[in-house]
């Protein structure tokens, strides 16, 4: 019975895709490295990387040849051709042979993207494959044939003879395999040749004796038998004859490929190990339930303690398979960044430090776009061109440094360049033209550099390919709160810009802290929390027209009372009998006054979209232990409500709301 391989297919695109990855980002260095021997340091790349990029492009041609995708194969053929000029020392690499490899990256990776989704090929396809081939030094390439160009079998189809080299084993190779996937393609006929066998006594189970001698009865594609036999070429003596004539089956729509993680191994072990801990400790409790008697309670008591411990360490083993390091974003983003800088004539060196940072897999994927529009802003805004650097005194390149590190529970990235920095007087004036800022108003520079998230503002005196429209920081913001997190901006004029984003681990269990409010439950992630305190009725002001402010050690917050803002009333009659929660988001604080804080717990995360609108001021909702419903609290729209100047007309006086527990009164 043959195999399926199409159940190969998910596992083949992620891997032949990480070789990809692992072609342009090697490419890349190697254009840095050139670019800078240009600028007169002493540098050469190391020959390796021209190995690990020919490498992967072979392995990429092999597996595609072995589950049928000839396309791919062709393609990583020419590509691997040229690589082998390049490596054996017949054609000098230079920019001009980076770029055209780096565009023959671009197409390969649109040509598994397409297979992956069972779409037409890419039209780049046919002519990024000729440039290649025209690049290739000495006669013309040999290639597989074209589907343009097929040599096709006749009625009777093919005579094939395999005979693998006795070290065919030793570079991981199954004959069987490839027997397999020929049988995929039609009824074969298959007598093995045991010519070569030896006696007994002489056998070596490490050599490959046997040879196969194939008929294929089935009209098939010259290149679709050869690519059966195109990851072990060089490996084997092979013939391939034609019997008769008739025309190729046309390919068939590849399945798409299911969402996947990869899971090393050791993960998969801790996980089963603790599952196998838990079913001792259910069995434990079941008999300790059968007849039990109140001298069993110490007993008892422990049990559930040891099922406490068991599921607290599987909760986290199993979050811990959901995390992946933060490089899989991190590595599409020097190419991203080569292509701007090259669009608008700028010289840009991108450092990455961090990149095995481990986050949740949903935030890796929703953290992109935001990481992009980053770069695209800090190349197109913040770092100059080549002369400018130079008459500031700089070197003609700029430099663009993404670091992530984990700190007090979250995650944080930042994007720092070392270009002009803001401008704030010219974005200060942009905001008093659209009326974002009343004329002749002093405002801090925070405050100004704030201005830049607003949707729709920008600087740009044009609209280019890269920016202008005034979309992208106001994408960047909104992203991030939509995952919980916030983001910053700090800058020295001539120095450059810093853009801090601050995430969580993860969207589905978080740390919190229990606040009562009344007769009301809500829980504010810990991860917020600067500190708590109580104070006394003298530290507190309002001035005229202004929200209420908190002295905390010379240092002034807004204070805002969460039973006036979710129309609750509050059980503490003053402000010394209850807590105020110091809470930090986007770099500002502000202070939240509650009745008491009851305790620490974990809690699982339940959005309330499918079921409400969204709410200012909340993010989600738990299940407590006694089944109750608490509401999770939105630090950084909380912050941002506090800062509001129309703060204190939405903070009425309490005598002025209605007592019962109703909706939020944020809007």
Not at 90 to 116: Q, S, Y
Not at 128 to 144: S, Y
Not at 346 to 354: H, Y
Not at 602 to 608: A, D, G, N, R
Request: a negative charge; hydrophobic letters at 40%; charged letters at 25%.
């Amino acid at each position: 019975m043959a195999i399926d391989l199409r159940r190969f297919h998910p596992t083949f695109f992620e891997e032949s895709l990480e070789g990809v990855a692992v072609m342009e980002t090697e490419l890349l260095e190697i254009e840095r490295i050139l670019l800078r021997s240009n600028e007169g340091v002493a540098a050469e790349f190391d020959p390796e990387r021209l190995n690990r990029i020919f490498r992967s492009a072979h392995s990429i041609k092999g597996g595609s040849g072995t589950f049928g995708f000839n396309q791919i194969a062709e393609f990583s053929h020419a590509l691997e051709s040229l690589l082998d000029d390049s490596r054996s020392g017949r054609r000098t690499i230079d920019a001009a042979t980076v770029g055209v490899l780096l565009r023959a990256v671009d197409c390969l990776r649109g040509l598994i993207d397409a297979a992956r989704r069972g779409e037409p090929i890419p039209a780049c396809a046919d002519s990024v494959r000729a440039e290649l081939e025209r690049m290739q030094v000495g006669a013309a390439a040999t290639h597989l044939p074209s589907r343009a160009e097929p040599v096709r079998g006749t009625d009777g189809g093919w005579q094939i003879s395999f005979r693998p080299r006795e070290r065919f084993f030793h570079t991981g190779n199954d004959p069987l395999r490839l027997l397999r996937a020929l049988a995929e393609l039609g009824p074969v006929s298959i007598r093995a040749d045991l010519s070569r066998l030896p006696d007994w006594s002489e056998l070596d189970a490490e050599r490959c004796y046997l040879a196969w001698e194939m008929s294929l009865a089935k009209p098939v594609a010259r290149h679709a038998v050869d690519e059966v036999f195109a990851w072990v070429a060089g490996e084997c003596d092979l013939e391939i004859q034609l019997l008769a004539h008739a025309p190729a089956d046309s390919p068939k729509a590849e399945d798409r490929a299911a969402s996947s993680i990869r899971v090393a191994t050791a993960k998969v072990d801790s996980l089963v190990d603790i599952v196998g801990e838990l079913v001792i400790t259910q069995t434990m409790l079941s008999q300790l339930a059968e007849g039990f008697t109140p001298e069993r309670l110490a007993r008892l008591r422990a049990g559930i303690a040891q099922l406490e411990r068991h599921t607290r360490d599987l909760q986290d083993a199993v979050l811990g398979i959901r995390m992946l390091p933060i490089g899989f974003v991190f590595s599409r983003l020097p190419r991203l960044a080569r292509d701007i800088a090259g669009a608008l004539g700028k010289q840009v060196e991108l450092e990455i430090n961090g990149e095995r940072t481990e986050l949740d897999k949903t935030i890796i994927e929703r953290v992109s776009d935001p990481l992009i529009h980053l770069v695209r802003n800090s190349i197109d805004h913040g770092i100059e061109p080549p002369e400018e650097r130079v008459k500031a005194g700089k070197a003609p390149h700029g430099t663009l440094r993404l670091t992530a590190y984990h700190k007090s529970g979250n995650v944080v990235i930042e994007a720092e360049d070392d270009g002009r920095g803001l401008n704030r007087p010219r974005i200060l004036q942009k905001a008093r033209e659209r009326g974002l800022v009343p004329p002749d108003t002093q405002i801090e520079s925070a405050q100004i550099d704030d201005l830049i998230f607003l949707p729709g503002f920008s600087t740009a005196e044009t609209v280019n390919d890269v920016s202008g429209r005034g979309v992208g920081l106001d994408v960047v913001r909104s992203n991030i709160r939509s995952l919980g997190g916030g983001v910053e901006v700090s800058s020295v004029s001539g120095r450059g810009t810093r853009f801090t984003i601050r995430l969580p681990l993860t969207l589905a269990i978080v740390d919190g802290m229990s606040l009562r409010v009344g007769s009301e439950t809500y829980i504010l992630p810990l991860a917020w929390i600067a500190e708590t305190l109580r104070v006394r009725a003298e530290c507190v002001s309002q001035p005229a027209g202004s929200p209420e402010i908190i002295a905390v050690r010379g240092d002034y917050l807004p204070l805002l009372r969460l039973d006036r803002l979710f129309n609750v009333r509050a059980r503490a009659a003053s402000l010394s009998e209850g807590i105020v929660v110091i809470v930090e988001a986007d770099g500002r604080r502000a202070g939240l006054f509650v009745d008491e804080l009851l305790d620490q717990q974990q809690v699982v995360l339940k959005s309330l979209e499918p079921h409400c609108d969204r709410l200012e001021g909340i993010s989600a909702a738990t299940i407590l232990g006694d089944g109750t419903v608490a509401l999770i609290l939105d630090a950084g729209s909380l912050v941002r409500h506090a800062h509001n100047p129309m703060f204190a007309m939405a903070n009425p006086p309490s005598s002025d709301l209605s007592q019962g527990a109703g909706a939020p009164a944020l809007h």
